[in-house]
């Protein structure tokens, strides 16, 4: 059972550059979201989803964008990289409605030079 | 919106002893609370949940207490054993909930 799977495990970007983050689920959860994760902060919420074709910002969304276009996939795009995005990125899925387990990716450590 | 806070943030217990970590909610409409464990460089994994239909919920050491009225719920692990040492998270969800709302962590370390 694969569940959710984040790509890469780790990145190490320059001040400006782009990337995108990956996340993968096999349990055709409508559900989608990505948290980052800092010292002290607990777990953030950035962006959700909750099928394909819709999304929404979370807690702290500047610097980061999302698409749905299937069930399965949710990548998370940093646009111009900032030290401040220096952090442990989770990407997490669950079934529609509030009340459903939330399943959580393995993380990718992101630094931001 | 929701807030979640969680107390205390650094826990140590002697192994055989029990640790309790407690969490406080502020949206009414909140009727799921789960709690992760989550182990260094892991994601975090459900280890208990608790609906608010239900006012305690048990599974072997673990325990999960919630008072809907005074809006807080409880983690209770008993005979603490050394691989229970890690970053524990409360959180809360509504039915119209999109993601959970997650208090900011307990590390719990369990010495020998």
């Known amino acids: 059972n694969a569940g959710v799977t984040q790509t890469p495990k780790f990145q190490v970007l320059k001040t400006g550059q782009s990337m995108t983050l990956q996340c993968a689920q096999d349990?055709?959860?409508?559900?989608m979201s990505w948290y980052r994760q800092d010292p002290g902060m607990g777990l953030r919420l950035i962006h959700y989803s909750v099928g394909a074709g819709i999304t929404d910002q979370g807690e702290v969304p500047n610097g980061y964008n999302v698409s749905r276009s299937t069930t399965e996939d949710f990548p998370l795009r940093l646009l111009s990289a900032a030290p401040s995005q220096t952090s442990v990125y989770f990407c997490a899925s669950r079934r529609g409605g509030g009340t459903n387990i939330q399943y959580f990716g393995a993380g990718t450590r992101l630094s931001v030079l | 919106g929701e807030n979640v806070e969680q107390h205390p943030s650094t826990l140590s217990v002697q192994e055989g002893d029990s640790a309790v970590i407690k969490c406080t909610y502020s949206d009414s409409a909140s009727n799921y609370f789960p709690w992760y464990k989550q182990e260094l460089g892991k994601g975090p994994q459900l280890i208990i949940d608790?609906?608010?239909?239900?006012g305690e919920k048990k599974d072997q050491r673990i325990a999960v207490t919630l008072n809907k009225t005074a809006k807080h719920f409880s983690l209770h692990i008993t005979e603490t054993q050394p691989e229970d040492s890690a970053v524990y998270f409360c959180a809360a969800s509504s039915n119209s909930g999109y993601a959970l709302n997650f208090g900011k962590g307990t590390s719990l370390l369990v010495t020998p």
């Open positions: 608790i609906r608010s239909n239900v």
């Open positions: 349990m055709n959860h409508e559900y």
